[in-house]
């Protein structure tokens, strides 16, 4: 008889690197375990396998939510109050897996106390103070953020000490040392899926264009990546960008207009592409450029690196380690990465080398490693639990 697991996510639905990793993490457990997924918000499996490149089914698992009022005020709100409604979303789960008694549980959004030990998987750890920019917004003001983050897992009745003692593992050794430095224990690193079906474009026929993917947010930077090429034009290399995704915040998208319009000739916003169009385009693309510092793992530069481009990023945070710790690839600040993308433009071998090196560094990044070695470690916390 199957072990019986249940799979915690407050949602599948895309965009997010989160539910992009729990949808796979969904895939790679459905047929080794009796796998029930616990969510909040409901599922569209067609939507997930569209945005996602999975291919789950009715059929596949037993679908629960937990109960539902909270959190659809919650998702009325203005505000988005994600950690009030991950410190419920725990609370409601406490209820179920005491009802259903699992062999094992496991969730993907960093860390949590749901009644029993568990597997948290660690984007960033959701307890390390002070919290990072990027997760700041114009409401978060000074000790008000610690405070209501604070009530929040008062409220739910959640124990650090209990979310600590999970088993854990980390998206990145950048995100594992961080979690270290919150919890004094470092986790193993178990790389997020980065889903294939790219296009096979050989080198020479892919445009000499820059492609900046994710999601169009003030963490992302894009005006960095603008300037940082300016100054590789000016250097004689007209160089194209190209900022591929859906924007998050129309304070920012308004903010990036004007420098949108001033450099029309050059910049130009593709917007959201589905998974099929954004596979051809990253594939048709010969480079990539990332300009977030600190980014937990980056998987827009996983997902262009397997699509042969030669992707440059700043040398702190989880791209660092998608390109291989590559020096020729990494960067401080502007004028070194427009140093570094000078370097490369400039010799063509170097390119087409540098191309094949990214093809060879993807294979660490695929979803069938991500799946084998999730479910190896819930089939050894049943062991133990059986044992």
């Not at 895939?27 to 969510?39: A, K, M, N, W």
């Not at 410190?87 to 209820?95: D, K, P």
Request: aromatic share 8%.
């Amino acid at each position: 008889m199957r072990a019986r697991v249940i799979l915690l996510q407050p949602g599948l639905g895309p965009p997010g690197g989160g539910e992009c990793v729990a949808a796979w993490a969904v895939q790679g457990l459905r047929e080794r375990f009796e796998l029930t997924v616990l969510t909040a918000d409901p599922v569209d499996l067609a939507a997930v396998n569209r945005h996602y490149g999975t291919d789950l089914r009715d059929g596949d698992f037993r679908h629960l939510r937990v109960p539902g009022g909270a959190h659809t005020l919650l998702r009325r709100m203005p505000l988005r109050m994600a950690m009030l409604r991950l410190a419920l979303f725990q609370r409601a789960a406490r209820e179920v897996i005491e009802r259903e008694q699992p062999d094992a549980v496991v969730g993907c959004f960093n860390e949590m106390d749901v009644g029993r030990r568990a597997l948290q998987y660690i984007h960033y750890p959701a307890l390390l103070e002070p919290r990072p920019e990027a997760d700041l917004r114009w409401y978060h003001i000074g000790v008000l953020v610690a405070l209501y983050r604070g009530l929040a897992w008062r409220i739910a009745g959640i124990s650090r000490t209990r979310a600590i003692a999970n088993e854990a593992v980390a998206n990145s050794a950048f995100v594992a040392d961080l979690y270290a430095e919150a919890h004094g224990v470092k986790p193993d690193v178990v790389y997020p899926p980065v889903p294939g079906g790219f296009p096979d474009v050989p080198w020479s026929r892919r445009e000499p264009r820059f492609v900046i993917a994710g999601r169009v947010a003030p963490e992302k930077r894009v005006e960095v990546a603008i300037r940082v090429l300016e100054r590789v034009r000016a250097a004689g290399h007209p160089v194209t960008l190209h900022v591929v995704g859906p924007s998050d915040g129309r304070a920012y998208g308004r903010s990036l207009a004007p420098l949108y319009a001033r450099h029309a000739g050059w910049v130009r916003c593709e917007g959201p592409l589905s998974r099929e169009a954004m596979a051809r385009f990253f594939a048709e693309s010969r480079f990539g450029i990332h300009a977030m510092e600190g980014e937990h793992f980056g998987i827009a530069v996983a997902e262009m690196q397997r699509a042969g481009c030669v992707v440059f990023a700043p040398e702190r945070g989880g791209p660092a380690e998608i390109l291989g710790a590559d020096s020729r690839l990494l960067y401080r600040n502007e004028a070194e990465a427009a140093s570094r993308i000078t370097r490369v433009l400039a010799d063509p071998a170097l390119q087409e080398r540098m191309h094949r090196e990214s093809l060879e560094r993807a294979r660490r990044f695929g979803t069938q490693r991500f799946m084998s070695e999730l479910a190896d470690r819930l089939g050894g916390m049943v062991v133990s639990a059986r044992t």
